[in-house]
């Protein structure tokens, strides 16, 4: 099984939705661009928020047991996908990579 790396390319933040539609959370996001992950034996890395593991999860799995390609050529590295958290208001976009054996675990 490879081991997945997964980036945090960008933030963003709906000042205007939060304000009409979020009640107020003590805790909100905390991912920050450059952050990486490594997932080994497609567990969730600590620190990892929660949310954005649900919609990551399926594609770490996928390229941890060495699935390419999703959606007919979508990426030009076919073992990676660029995918965002379900978070409407505050919404984080991963680069998800499967690393080679050799390869390092960071960036």
């Given at each position: 099984?490879?081991?997945?790396?997964?980036?945090?390319?960008?933030?963003?933040?709906?000042?205007?939705?939060?304000?009409?539609?979020?009640?107020?959370?003590?805790h909100?996001?905390?991912?920050?661009?450059?952050?990486?992950?490594?997932?080994?034996?497609?567990?969730?890395?600590?620190?990892?928020?929660?949310?954005?593991?649900?919609?990551?999860?399926?594609?770490?799995?996928a390229?941890?047991?060495?699935?390419?390609?999703?959606?007919?050529?979508?990426?030009?590295?076919?073992?990676?996908?660029?995918?965002?958290?379900?978070?409407?208001?505050?919404?984080?976009?991963?680069?998800?990579?499967?690393?080679?054996?050799?390869?390092?675990?960071?960036?």
């Amino acid at each position: 099984m490879k081991n997945v790396r997964i980036t945090v390319m960008k933030v963003a933040r709906y000042d205007d939705l939060i304000e009409r539609y979020e009640n107020p959370i003590e805790h909100a996001c905390s991912m920050r661009v450059g952050q990486v992950f490594v997932c080994k034996d497609w567990q969730k890395p600590e620190g990892m928020c929660d949310s954005a593991w649900e919609t990551l999860s399926p594609f770490v799995m996928a390229l941890a047991h060495g699935a390419q390609n999703f959606y007919d050529g979508w990426m030009k590295d076919p073992k990676s996908a660029m995918l965002s958290c379900n978070d409407g208001f505050r919404p984080v976009s991963f680069l998800v990579e499967a690393l080679d054996d050799n390869e390092e675990e960071k960036p």
